[in-house]
């Protein structure tokens, strides 16, 4: 008989934890949902002097992917409440390390995207500005072998820079 409650309050409790969960998301982003609800991402061309074409699509998709994966704003075409236009402008590589014999060790990509942002809610936030990241790899590879990869790396960088620049407030 004294099992019987034991067991009900068991039950009952587990079930009460289970119905109750608290759900917190921390990504970053402070909108003000009431007064922004759309944003306009226009697509960004490649304007450097060296171009490798898949660039652009996989810099433009996740450029879009993160407003839409991490805010509740609607994306259109055009007449959005804050807008994104812009273009990549450098794709450079460099030599960074050299070796005893005088040869490339370590050879560094650097991508750069010059972004305008506009909040048409609140003008005071406009900017333009360049944002950039690298990538190293080793000078025994060719960059065909590696650019897929590193150009992924970079453009997640870049994304998360424009995005905590133009809606995290960060």
């Known amino acids: 008989m004294p099992r ?39 697509p960004f061309p490649i304007r450097s002097a060296y171009v490798w074409a898949p660039m652009q ?7 879009t992917d993160i407003f839409a994966q991490q ?8 007449g959005g409440d804050l807008v994104l236009a812009g273009e990549i402008v450098g794709f450079d590589q460099f030599n960074k390390g050299v ?3 005088g040869y490339s060790q370590q050879v560094q990509l650097k991508m750069t995207v010059n972004v305008r942002f506009t909040n048409n809610k609140n ?6 500005r360049q944002f950039s990241a690298t990538a ?14 590193l150009v992924t790396q970079m453009t997640k960088d870049i994304t998360d820079q424009i995005f905590n620049a133009t809606v995290a407030n960060w």
């Open 99 to 101: 070796s005893s014999d």
């Open 57 to 63: 699509a996989i810099f433009n998709n996740k450029l």
């Open 4 to 42: 019987k409650p034991y067991l009900l309050s068991v039950v009952m409790l587990s079930v009460l934890l289970t119905a109750c969960a608290i759900s917190y998301r921390f990504n970053g982003a402070s909108i003000d949902y009431t007064k922004t609800k759309t944003i306009q991402i226009d």
């Open 136 to 149: 190293e790899y080793d000078a025994t590879q060719q960059l065909i072998n590696v650019q897929e990869e």
């Open 123 to 128: 003008h005071v936030e406009d900017f333009e």
């Open 71 to 78: 805010t509740k704003l609607q994306q259109v075409k055009r």
